[in-house]
């Protein structure tokens, strides 16, 4: 699927919170299943390997850092964080390391979706997409959705809770220095700001980014939305002027690659940021990781590749 290929949509919109995974389909007549094209590794043998290796499982996610040059990042798999998701399914806790990360301070905005490869037994096996990020930590923690959370998103395609939730681990995780013993999800930044960072407590939020073109970042037009938004647990930053989808870049939308999703397009546009998880044998792909918008099911006017910067490396 190239740059501005229209698609149907299955989307649980922004509605999931495995995820939104928003399911794009490239027919609209009969919805596509979400199943991978690449191998998957089930949670539960997830949790074998990283019950069999307590410094933590080695892995790796794929993402854009600049253009569309598709960056293979280091991370370890801590641990599995039951009860984390909306719907009370886990999460997966990673922490990430090499240069972008030291250049972004963490898991940057944008990174929501990028897929989470595990080695079993030499096969490279897909785990889950990059979900959250830590508001208070510069090295690299992150939350994943499992990949079986990921094919569901099409039976689950309800509204969700925008309230921030502390989670027990069932076993403290020891790195770097410290041991962590919980975990606050909290549904955007504004709501994570809200937390104290305690010892043992990492506070982490979506790392997809909903952004605004053509209203001036310091107008009262645009600290209005912001505001009102905020109370329906969205974040919103100012993006650069003119048709997000109008220009002549052009790249696959394949697993790593960063993707936009549109609810408004034209001079003024409002839409997603976020990385692209996994493709579908139907044509479709299903990308982001987390809620979009958390209001249920929603139609996007375009789906659609982009340029990314999110630093320079």
Not at 192 to 215: C, D, E, Y
Not at 299 to 306: D, H, I
């Amino acid at each position: 699927m190239g740059t501005r290929a229209r698609h149907s949509v299955l989307v649980a919109g922004a509605a999931l919170a495995l995820l939104l995974s928003a399911l794009f389909c490239a027919t609209a007549a009969e919805p596509a299943a979400a199943v991978p094209n690449e191998p998957t590794i089930s949670l539960e043998r997830l949790q074998e390997l990283v019950a069999a290796s307590p410094s933590g499982v080695p892995a790796t996610f794929k993402t854009v850092v600049k253009g569309a040059a598709i960056e293979t990042i280091p991370c370890t798999i801590l641990g599995i964080v039951p009860g984390a998701a909306w719907d009370n399914g886990p999460l997966i806790m990673f922490q990430a390391s090499g240069p972008v990360i030291e250049a972004t301070g963490g898991i940057a905005a944008g990174m929501s979706g990028s897929p989470v490869y595990v080695d079993d037994a030499g096969s490279q096996l897909l785990a889950g997409a990059v979900s959250y990020g830590s508001d208070f930590t510069t090295n690299g923690y992150g939350l994943a959705t499992p990949i079986e959370s990921m094919q569901a998103v099409e039976d689950l395609m309800e509204p969700v809770s925008r309230q921030a939730a502390r989670v027990a681990l069932p076993e403290p995780i020891s790195t770097d220095g410290q041991v962590l013993d919980h975990v606050v999800i909290a549904p955007n930044h504004a709501a994570a700001n809200r937390f104290m960072a305690r010892p043992g407590t990492l506070v982490m939020s979506p790392r997809g980014l909903l952004q605004v073109s053509a209203i001036p970042a310091d107008s009262r037009v645009f600290k209005n939305l912001q505001h009102r938004m905020a109370a329906r647990g969205i974040d919103v930053v100012a993006a650069r002027a003119g048709a997000a989808s109008q220009s002549d870049f052009s790249t696959d939308l394949v697993p790593g690659a960063s993707v936009g999703a549109l609810l408004t397009r034209g001079d003024l546009w409002y839409g997603g940021v976020g990385t692209v998880t996994y493709t579908t044998p139907a044509g479709g792909l299903v990308a982001f990781g987390h809620p979009l918008i958390w209001d249920g099911p929603v139609a996007l006017s375009e789906v659609f590749a982009l340029e990314a910067l999110i630093c320079e490396v």
